[in-house]
């Protein structure tokens, strides 16, 4: 079975540092997203992805955090500097519809120490 | 504004007895609506969805989920728990904007 490819799976990072975190969709799927899950919540969105085009990225907080799609396949999301506050499960899943509901990778748990 | 709400934090329930996890949502026009399963340090799992027809849904490993338009709410079931089907449940849904929103989650626990 397909699967969203993700890593590291886990990162321990110093305030301050940059991070970054790396995904591999299923192969066709045109849309990929980045979401947040802290402890005890559900996933938030950070930013969503058709082919290489950005189509939501509202709540990414941009002046720390970026991510790219170039060749519309695997994606990148990074965090310059990281916060305390950033410790975090990040979540990358792709789809190939929103009707098919989302493949997820297994995800990044971070740790801002 | 969307929202998903699943008012139970936590369900107990006996291996072999029925389970229910329930959901509401509040969003304009006819969402798309899932449910996904999280084991500990994994990504979500995608269970069933529901976009129209039959309200009485079949997902995977013996889950189903009734959906209520009515009542904006769904509740996923399986007649027997099993120790294995512990985990953490959540239900999304997905207006035709196109990104899904969560709710916070529900932790299963079957004992045996």
């Known amino acids: 079975e397909a699967e969203v490819a993700q890593s590291p799976r886990y990162k321990i990072t110093e305030k301050s540092q940059a991070v970054a975190f790396w995904c591999d969709p299923i192969s066709g799927h045109a849309t990929l997203y980045w979401y947040r899950q802290i402890l005890g919540q559900g996933p938030e969105l950070l930013v969503q992805f058709q082919d290489e085009s950005v189509v939501d990225d509202s709540q990414l907080p941009k002046d720390r955090f970026s991510a790219e799609r170039l060749k519309g396949v695997d994606s990148t999301l990074k965090i310059q500097p990281a916060e305390l506050g950033d410790s975090a499960m990040y979540l990358c899943a792709s789809s190939l519809s929103k009707a098919d509901g989302y493949t997820f990778g297994s995800g990044t748990r971070l740790t801002v120490v | 504004a969307q929202s998903v709400a699943q008012p139970e934090d936590q369900v107990n329930v006996a291996e072999g007895n029925p389970l229910t996890v329930k959901c509401t949502y509040s969003?304009?026009?006819?969402?798309?609506l899932f449910w996904y399963v999280q084991y500990p340090n994994r990504g979500l799992q995608f269970l069933l969805k529901y976009i129209t027809g039959d309200n009485l849904v079949k997902g995977s490993y013996g889950f189903e989920a009734e959906f209520n338009k009515s009542q904006t709410s769904s509740h996923l079931k399986k007649p027997s728990a099993l120790v294995s089907d512990s985990a953490l449940y959540f239900c999304a849904v997905n207006p035709n904007a196109g990104k899904s929103t969560f709710g916070d989650g529900t932790t299963l626990t079957v004992k045996p």
């Open positions: 969003v304009s026009g006819n969402p798309y």
